[in-house]
C-alpha cells in the first residue's frame, strides 16, 4: 500500500512562489506515477499535473493549461519525492492540493481523479490579492 504526504502549501501574494513536495512511501517507488490535484471552495477537485518518471528519465509529464507556463512538476527518486514549483501564483490558484498515485503503474496520460488509486491529505493554499 502506498502512503502520500504532501507539504510545503501555504499563504502566498499574487505573484509569489511555493514550492509543494509529495513524499511517498510503503512501495518501490521507482516508476509510481504521480499527480497533482487540486479543490478550491465550492468547485471539484480539478486536475493540475502529473509526471511519470525514474532517475533523470522523464517517461510522461504533463500540465493543465490554466498552469502550464508557470508551475513546473519534478521528482526525485532518491528522495522518494515529487514536486510541484509554483511560480507567478494568482488568487484562482488558492486552493486545497492534493498528491494523487497509481500504484498500477504504466505511462500514459491520468488526469481524471478515477486514474489514481491512492490519495494524499492534501495541503492549503492560498494566494492573497
Known amino acids: 500500500q502506498v502512503q502520500l504526504v504532501e507539504s510545503g502549501g501555504g499563504l502566498v501574494q499574487a505573484g509569489g512562489s511555493l514550492r509543494l513536495s509529495c513524499t511517498a512511501s510503503?512501495?518501490?517507488?521507482?516508476?509510481?506515477?504521480l499527480g497533482w490535484f487540486r479543490q478550491a471552495p465550492g468547485k471539484e477537485r480539478e486536475f493540475v499535473a502529473q509526471?511519470?518518471?525514474?532517475?533523470?528519465?522523464?517517461?510522461?509529464?504533463d500540465l493543465a493549461d490554466s498552469v502550464k507556463g508557470r508551475f513546473t512538476i519534478s521528482g526525485d527518486n532518491a528522495k522518494n519525492t515529487m514536486y510541484l514549483q509554483k511560480n507567478s501564483l494568482k488568487p484562482e490558484d488558492t486552493a486545497v492540493y492534493y498528491c494523487?498515485?497509481?500504484?498500477?503503474?504504466?505511462?500514459?496520460?491520468?488526469?481524471?481523479?478515477?486514474?489514481?488509486?491512492?490519495w494524499g491529505q492534501g495541503t492549503q493554499v492560498t494566494v492573497s490579492s
Open positions: 494523487a498515485g497509481d500504484s498500477r503503474g504504466g505511462v500514459r496520460s491520468r488526469r481524471g481523479e478515477r486514474d489514481y488509486d491512492c
Open positions: 509526471i511519470t518518471w525514474s532517475g533523470r528519465i522523464i517517461y510522461y509529464a
Open positions: 510503503g512501495r518501490t517507488f521507482r516508476t509510481l506515477p
